[in-house]
């Protein structure tokens, strides 16, 4: 038997969550759609283990698509166990309640994705979550904002339109040491480019409608735990009745086997343009944690094994909000458009 610890990380992608055996040797598994699952007696039905989340029991726990897109993304970035939710949004949600409750309080990355945000500001604070969101650069000083009422930490990095990295390891050390659990968007390294695992992180937010599905046809989100928070997790995402469709897990793990050659080469085309733009008279700076110059660069080059390829760029203050505009305007081959990931180049203004 292959000791699956050793198997590299684009070996993992091509063979995890795979059993064409069970299937009559069909390569992927094949698309089960259901809501019934029938039991082949009274008995069985009865003894059926509500925790078990790896069996199929009704549709709304998954069916083998399902199960097979969920552990070939665990496995690919080394976390317990997985769960597919129907957006990345959705993901963030489920994931945050799990922590929710009146009177707890939850420290958010002052640079998070707005959405996040949003959740937290208009539905966590009216059921009496009290959210206090904290400077990216923080490190271990986080310990110093945990109370005993502290049930979560949630981090992005890099943040979102802003770049910051975090110094994930030393604000897990400081979370742990008091309890408390840390939870992370991972979105923009993937479990291709970040093993969240091995640096502290206890549950992963991916909005797998970027890479890992990436091809700009599917919405997906996918939570990856540890095996200490995996039964808390997913018992919230049963309790608000999230499931997805098996066509999109389909979809979502097709994309998840090419992942590793769509980064790298993604990330290559990236820097050649992130230069380019770096050279120009009309920017500022370009931010982007690949580059040297960049204030994250040290903690990406010592946690991150790769960048993806969305950047952001600072025009200079006398370069006009109209000419950006113009610029986004005059691009032939860049679409206009929201979300990220997929194979085709996107360029929009974010302020302005
Ligand atoms: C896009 C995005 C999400 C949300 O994903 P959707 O599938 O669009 O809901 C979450 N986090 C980050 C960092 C994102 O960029």
Redesign the pocket.
Known sequence: MTDKKKLGRDTIAAHAGRDPQRFDGVVNTPVFRASTVLFPDLESYQRRDPDDYKVMRYGIYGTPTTFALEEAVAQLEGGYAAVALP??????VAALAAFARSGAHILISDS??Q??RNFCDKRLRTLGVDIEYYDPSIGSAIGDLIRPETTAVFC?APG?LTFEMQDIPAIAAAAHAKGVAVLA?T??ATPYFFRSFEHGVDIS??????YIAGHSDV???IVVTNEKYWLAVRRTVADYGYCVSPDDCYLALRGLRTIGVRMRQQQQSAIKIARWLQARPEVMRVLYPAFERDPGHAIWKRDFSGACS?FGVEMKPEYSPESTHAFVEALELFGIG????GYESLALPTTG
């Not at 937010?205 to 970027?210: E, L, S, V």
């Not at 929201?338 to 990931?341: E, K, V």
Request: glycine share 14%; charged share 10%; no cysteine.
């Open positions: 957006s990345g949004l959705a993901a963030i998070v994705y959405p996040t992005e979102s968007d979105t923009w937010i991916h909005a797998g409608t970027k919405m997906m989100g969305l929201a979300s990220w990931g």
